[in-house]
């Protein structure tokens, strides 16, 4: 037995010594020491041995294992500096040369802004729960205080699914399910994708991003909301931005209000993005109306809230003057690049 074992590594040492590429020293490192190979099989012959020639066998072999495999490791990292010789010797070959830089990705600036939202808004106690972005009639409308005759559907042109469901035309739905989600008082945001079916133009998307914000207390008034809404604008754009406020007609609030601020891509002069008008819808906002509490499961003579819908797409294009929502989705480098 133990002359098998001087045939295998005799024979092993010069097939390494052989192998001319590391392709074919791999061949070799499985020929013999593979889980077939020709060193793990002479442990299968253990059985023919007397138990007291077994342990010295048993060495025998795994000292030949580790011989094999320190001759593969040794000529593996010969040839590897062959190859490196080779490339040295190339007259072209200049080490000086620097490095190819690495290309970093950085983060859409939809995602820069939503973390930066969440953080203020955690910072304040609000929960950010995950609502689906395929959502039921109910959800998206019927608990809105939107009935299937009501005009404002109108005001939101909905991509139906075959199965009667929709994408989602606004946050609005997680005010809802958070109500019969969490107990109150509570407060919560909901940023997210929503969808309408609508002619794409420099201000119009048919996907876009909005951040819902809900806060259910016994006691919440209109003066509570606003002064909420200009915190959040300060706190985002870190100066001072000439807001408006107008009422506004949302069936899922009463009273409801439109803010707008002043346009930051043209300065309030008039372009395409604020369409020649200088100030920009960025916050519709309102108190709950009673008819929502009530569908969230709770009793509006108790419990009220507010409501805002944030258009983050819009705050995008007014943070970093971005003159056509369409570069938002549009996945081009050159427009992403610049965000780094
Ligand atoms: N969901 C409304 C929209 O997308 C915005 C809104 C939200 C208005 C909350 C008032 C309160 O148009």
């Known amino acids: 037995m133990s002359e098998m074992i001087r045939e295998i590594l005799v024979a092993a040492a010069g097939e390494v010594e052989a192998a001319a590429d590391e392709r074919v020293l791999k061949e070799v490192e499985v020929k013999y020491l593979g889980k077939k190979g020709l060193v793990t099989g002479l442990m299968n012959r253990m059985r023919e041995l007397t138990p007291a020639e077994r342990p010295g066998f048993g060495k025998s072999v795994n000292e030949a294992k580790d011989t094999i495999q320190r001759q593969i490791d040794s000529r593996r990292n010969g040839l590897k500096a062959q190859v490196l010789m080779k490339e040295v010797a190339d007259p072209f070959y200049d080490p000086t040369l620097p490095g190819l830089p690495e290309v970093e ?65 606004h946050t609005s739905p997680g005010q809802v399910r958070a109500m019969r989600e969490f107990a109150p008082p509570f407060r919560a945001i909901f940023p997210g994708k929503v ?94 109306h009673p008819n929502v509490i009530r569908f969230g499961g709770l009793d509006p003579t108790e419990w009220h809230g507010w409501a805002f819908g944030l258009g983050l797409s819009r705050l995008v294009m007014m943070k970093y ?17 610049q965000f780094r």
């Open 105 to 169: 990705g950085s983060l859409h600036p939809l995602t820069v802004i939503t973390q930066e939202l969440e953080e203020i808004f955690r910072s304040m106690g609000f929960i950010i729960p995950d609502y689906p972005e395929a959502e039921s009639e109910f959800f998206n409308f019927e608990a809105l205080n939107i009935p299937s005759d009501h005009p404002a559907r109108d005001m939101q042109d909905t991509f139906w699914l075959k199965d009667g469901n929709l994408l989602r035309t």
């Open 195 to 288: 969808y309408r079916y609508e002619a794409v133009d420099a201000s119009h998307e048919h996907t876009f991003h909005q951040v819902e914000g809900l806060m259910v207390d016994r006691e919440v008034s209109v003066a509570n909301l606003i002064h909420s809404m200009k915190v959040l604008l300060g706190r985002i754009f870190k100066r001072d931005v000439k807001i408006r406020l107008r009422p506004g007609y949302f069936p899922f609030v009463e009273p409801g209000f439109e803010l707008d601020i002043e346009c930051a891509v043209c300065g309030g002069k008039g372009c395409s993005v604020c369409k020649k008008s200088g100030w920009v819808e960025l916050l519709p906002c309102g108190l709950v």
């Open 321 to 337: 003057q971005v003159n056509d929502i369409r570069h938002l989705m549009g996945g081009d480098l050159r427009f992403l690049e």
